[in-house]
């Protein structure tokens, strides 16, 4: 890594449906998920788990 991108930052709040429109969005691609966006998936998926029910979250990726 450069250290130009080593010093790269973005801070941004995501609202609640941009969350899930991701979230979802990464679900339904995630074979296509370019490597080094792992963790930002499973992020982006923790916070729907935290934020719905089981059964709820079962209905949204559904």
């Known amino acids: ?16 449906k941009e969350i899930k429109l991701l979230a979802k969005f990464l679900r339904k691609n995630e074979t296509e998920l370019p ?12 916070s729907v788990y935290d934020c719905m029910t089981l059964e709820e979250v079962k209905e949204f990726y559904s």
């Open 1 to 16: 890594m450069s250290e130009n991108e080593s010093a790269f930052t973005l801070n941004y709040s995501f609202t609640a």
């Open 35 to 46: 490597h080094g966006l792992e963790n930002f998936a499973k992020t982006l998926e923790n």
